[in-house]
């Protein structure tokens, strides 16, 4: 099933696209899932691996600017009013590159997080920097091992990749569900 979709296109750009979309919405699946692409063939891991970090940086910046663009518009401001990202203003005002490292590594945070930072008036100079380094040391570290375990038991893996994916997928779900529901009873 995996070969008959891949094969829609022969064109890596295609696969390109198709990994910076899916950072949109599920970023550490994306990685994982690019660096199987890579370790697979079906796209040079350099490429696979910058996908990954050029969908992050587009992602995280587009969210960044819709916390910056909710000081000009009240209606954005009235959404942008949510406990996870109130409770993240503070500290991001006070030590913005330890809590956009933080952000980085707690995957619940990620939206609100990047909201946040544009709501504290993150400097857009400090925001990027540390965005750009969080994003290459996070996707470096998750594709790497994704790569490598892709390589060590492909032939294991296509088997039951299409059983895996959706459980991962709901997994993934319900720890966001059970991750947001526990901070917001803690806010």
Same mark, same amino acid.
């Given at each position: 099933?995996?070969?008959?979709? &891949? ?9 390109? =696209? ?17 660096? =199987? ?28 600017? &819709? ?34 490292? &933080? ?18 008036? *993150? ?12 994003? =290459?040391?996070?996707?470096?570290? =998750? ?14 893996? +296509?088997?039951? &990749?299409?059983?895996?994916?959706? *459980?991962? *997928? ?5 720890? +966001? ?11």
């Amino acid at each position: 099933m995996l070969d008959s979709l &891949l094969s829609y296109s022969d064109s890596p750009y295609w696969l390109v =696209l198709i990994v910076i979309i899916s950072t949109f919405m599920l970023e550490d699946l994306a990685i994982i899932g690019a660096a =199987l692409l890579a370790a697979s063939g079906k796209m040079m891991p350099e490429l696979a691996f910058a996908a990954t970090c050029v969908g992050m940086l587009i992602g995280d910046t587009a969210l960044y600017l &819709l916390g910056r663009l909710a000081h000009r518009w009240p209606w954005l401001a009235h959404h942008c009013r949510h406990p996870l990202i109130d409770r993240q203003v503070r500290p991001l005002q006070q030590a913005p590159w330890h809590q956009l490292a &933080l952000i980085r590594c707690m995957p619940g945070l990620r939206t609100f997080g990047y909201i946040a930072c544009g709501v504290a008036r *993150v400097p857009g100079w400090t925001f990027t920097v540390a965005n750009v380094i969080s994003i =290459l040391l996070w996707a470096a570290g =998750l594709f790497g091992v994704a790569f490598w375990l892709g390589q060590a038991y492909a032939e294991q893996l +296509q088997a039951w &990749l299409w059983w895996l994916l959706p *459980v991962a *997928v709901v997994l993934f779900f319900l720890g +966001q569900k059970r991750l947001r529901a526990r901070l917001e009873a803690e806010a």
